[in-house]
């Protein structure tokens, strides 16, 4: 079992920074791919990236947030960021993590996810 809890959302401007946080607990977190996805009243869950806990921290970004958006971890905390740069109006959303089993960009393959965080970019 995992249990994933995010942080860090707010109201920002356009071109600000964000990072939120995502605390990852369970015996059997290390063992999981850890991703960062966003959502907007009725669209479905857009894939921003995701991160592995293994050495060198292997990871992968959606074309939407690459070049902007960093994904990091620290293994000691158990906690993955997303660090937001230069974010735009189009960025608002409410931002989930999640754990699945394997490197994969499709929502339907994670296993576990948290309550989500919501990021407000305003013009």
């Known amino acids: 079992q995992v249990q994933l809890v995010e942080s860090g959302g707010g109201l920002v401007q356009a071109g600000d920074s964000l990072r939120l946080s995502c605390a990852a607990f369970?015996?059997?977190?290390?063992?999981?791919?850890m991703g960062w996805f966003r959502q907007t009243p009725g669209k479905e869950r857009e894939f921003v990236a995701w991160i592995t806990w293994g050495a060198g921290g292997v990871s992968f970004y959606g074309d939407s947030v690459k070049g902007r958006f960093t994904i990091s971890r620290d293994n000691a905390k158990f906690t993955v960021y997303l660090q937001m740069n230069s974010l735009k109006p189009e960025d608002t959303a409410l931002y989930y993590c999640?754990?699945?089993?394997?490197?994969?960009?499709?929502?339907?393959?994670?296993?576990?996810w948290g309550q989500g965080t919501q990021v407000t970019v305003s013009s």
């Open positions: 999640a754990a699945a089993p394997s490197a994969t960009t499709l929502a339907q393959r994670y296993d576990y």
């Open positions: 369970g015996r059997t977190v290390n063992r999981y791919y």
